[in-house]
């Protein structure tokens, strides 16, 4: 079993930036690719972007793309995903989210193996 636990949510202006934390935790956390995800009232959870276990290699929402980076940190357990010029659509609840494997080809969110509880962001206008 594979644990996350996400922070850094909160309420903020458009034009703010936040920065998200996920930490994970389990007998084995190795070669696993990691994503972030989240769900807005009324709608499906969507991806955001993901990063491969070397952390070499990210892929991003384009609805996201050139505002957020995502990274991981030197121990592998921890990814980061740091969020700049944020609008009001950015608005949901963000989810940590990992699956096995050393490389990363995007999928749904049913293609994941675990995730954490999930942490709320608000931008207001």
């Known amino acids: 079993q594979v644990q996350l636990v996400e922070s850094g949510g909160g309420l903020v202006q458009a034009g703010d930036s936040l920065r998200l934390s996920c930490v994970a935790s389990?007998?084995?956390?190795?070669?696993?690719?990691m994503a972030w995800f989240r769900q807005a009232p009324g709608k499906e959870r969507e991806f955001v972007a993901a990063v491969t276990w070397s952390g070499s290699s990210t892929d991003y929402a384009d609805s996201v793309k050139g505002r957020f980076t995502i990274s991981r940190g030197a121990t592998k357990n921890t990814m980061y995903l740091q969020m700049n010029s944020l609008k009001p659509e950015d608005t949901a609840v963000y989810y940590c989210?990992?699956?096995?494997?050393?490389?990363?080809?995007?999928?749904?969110?049913?293609?994941?193996?675990?995730w954490g509880k999930g942490t709320l962001i608000t931008v207001s206008s």
């Open positions: 389990g007998r084995a956390f190795s070669a696993y690719a």
């Open positions: 989210a990992t699956r096995y494997g050393t490389t990363w080809q995007r999928v749904t969110a049913d293609g994941m193996e675990y």
